[in-house]
């Protein structure tokens, strides 16, 4: 399985600071935004990601991750010429992918949770789709997923005036090999965009998707506005300070996978020894052991 950020879009509902710098480059508390859900894929064991971009902001992304050689994975690049949906990321990735099963992030969302990590790396070996739904106040916002009695998923529609769930489907998809045929096949909608949620749902239709209901412990935060961008750094702040341990480092998430020593851990360090978030790399070879781990 390989991974794909889109971290392309205008990012308008952040408008005006994203007239000069990306959205996804844009601080969440002491990271850049695109170290989330980065560290993300890499939790699910994934080491070769693509990373979709608009034309002008691909070399601000190349000069902040490379080719990925120094957190011991490989790093891609493709462009987004104009924003035409979420399923159109698979149709662009179709040459990286190269028939291969694939996680799809999008790279305002941010997760956090105890066993997330082990929960993703299950996925790496589906067939069809398997999403995530998590329970949020005001549904109609997103992508909602109905259950049946049983726990089944019965439907999906996009932003509903009136939700018949509580259940939106956040922004993390994990796909069988077919993913690129079967977005081929979408029409777009009336917005002129191939829309995830009709990929999904012809997955419904053919039987072949599963859903994971996120645990009440589990944080989804989706920093599309300047609103929750704000509610998800102090979200950040909170649980590092309480803790002490960073949320969303990918360098640790490379290193407690064994793909970085600790000698290269402290090269990377090096890089941001000026700051917090290097001091923290730094140490991290001289924690005490987690119990259990």
Same mark, same amino acid.
């Given at each position: 399985?390989?991974?794909?950020?889109?971290?392309?879009?205008?990012?308008?509902?952040?408008?005006?600071?994203?007239?000069a710098?990306?959205?996804?480059?844009?601080?969440?508390?002491?990271?850049?935004?695109?170290?989330?859900?980065?560290?993300?894929?890499?939790?699910?064991?994934?080491?070769?990601?693509?990373?979709?971009?608009?034309?002008?902001?691909?070399?601000?992304?190349?000069?902040?991750?490379?080719?990925?050689?120094?957190?011991?994975?490989?790093?891609?690049?493709?462009?987004?010429?104009?924003?035409?949906?979420?399923?159109?990321?698979?149709?662009?990735?179709?040459?990286?992918?190269?028939?291969?099963?694939?996680a799809?992030?999008?790279?305002?969302?941010?997760?956090?949770?105890?066993?997330?990590?082990?929960?993703?790396?299950?996925?790496?070996?589906?067939?069809?789709?398997h999403?995530?739904? #998590? !329970?949020?106040?005001?549904?109609? &916002? @997103?992508g909602?997923?109905?259950? $049946?009695?049983?726990?089944? =998923?019965? +439907?999906?529609?996009?932003?509903?005036?009136?939700?018949?769930?509580?259940?939106?489907?956040?922004?993390?998809?994990?796909?069988s090999?077919?993913?690129?045929?079967?977005?081929?096949?979408?029409?777009?909608?009336?917005?002129?965009?191939?829309?995830?949620?009709?990929?999904?749902?012809?997955?419904?239709?053919?039987?072949?998707?599963?859903?994971?209901?996120?645990?009440?412990?589990?944080?989804?935060?989706?920093?599309?506005?300047?609103?929750?961008?704000v509610?998800?750094?102090?979200?950040?702040?909170?649980?590092?300070?309480?803790?002490?341990?960073?949320?969303?480092?990918?360098?640790?998430?490379?290193?407690?996978?064994?793909?970085?020593?600790?000698?290269?851990?402290?090269?990377?360090?090096?890089? #941001? !020894?000026?700051?917090?978030?290097? &001091? @923290?790399?730094?140490?991290?070879? $001289?924690?005490?052991?987690? =119990?259990? +781990?």
């Open positions: 399985m390989k991974g794909i950020i889109l971290a392309g879009g205008t990012g308008s509902r952040l408008g005006p600071v994203t007239g710098v990306s959205k996804q480059l844009l601080p969440v508390f002491d990271k850049p935004m695109i170290f989330y859900p980065l560290a993300t894929l890499m939790m699910a064991g994934l080491r070769e990601l693509l990373i979709i971009t608009n034309p002008h902001d691909e070399e601000a992304f190349r000069r902040l991750l490379g080719d990925g050689s120094e957190l011991g994975i490989r790093i891609d690049y493709a462009v987004q010429a104009r924003p035409e949906g979420i399923a159109q990321a698979l149709l662009i990735s179709e040459e990286f992918l190269d028939g291969d099963a694939v799809l992030i999008l790279g305002d969302n941010i997760f956090h949770g105890p066993g997330l990590g082990t929960r993703l790396a299950e996925l790496r070996e589906i067939d069809g789709a999403l995530f739904a #998590y !329970r949020v106040a005001d549904p109609s &916002a @997103y909602v997923i109905t259950f $049946d009695d049983a726990g089944n =998923p019965v +439907a999906i529609v996009e932003k509903p005036q009136q939700p018949t769930s509580a259940y939106a489907i956040p922004g993390l998809y994990f796909y090999n077919d993913a690129v045929k079967l977005a081929r096949e979408l029409t777009p909608s009336e917005r002129g965009e191939l829309e995830i949620t009709d990929l999904n749902r012809a997955y419904l239709d053919q039987g072949r998707l599963q859903v994971t209901v996120l645990p009440r412990g589990t944080a989804w935060l989706d920093t599309g506005t300047t609103t929750t961008l509610q998800a750094a102090d979200f950040v702040r909170v649980v590092e300070e309480r803790q002490g341990l960073k949320v969303g480092c990918p360098e640790e998430v490379a290193w407690r996978h064994g793909w970085l020593t600790d000698a290269e851990l402290r090269s990377r360090a090096d890089r #941001y !020894r000026n700051s917090e978030y290097g &001091a @923290y790399l730094n140490s991290l070879p $001289d924690l005490p052991p987690e =119990p259990g +781990a």
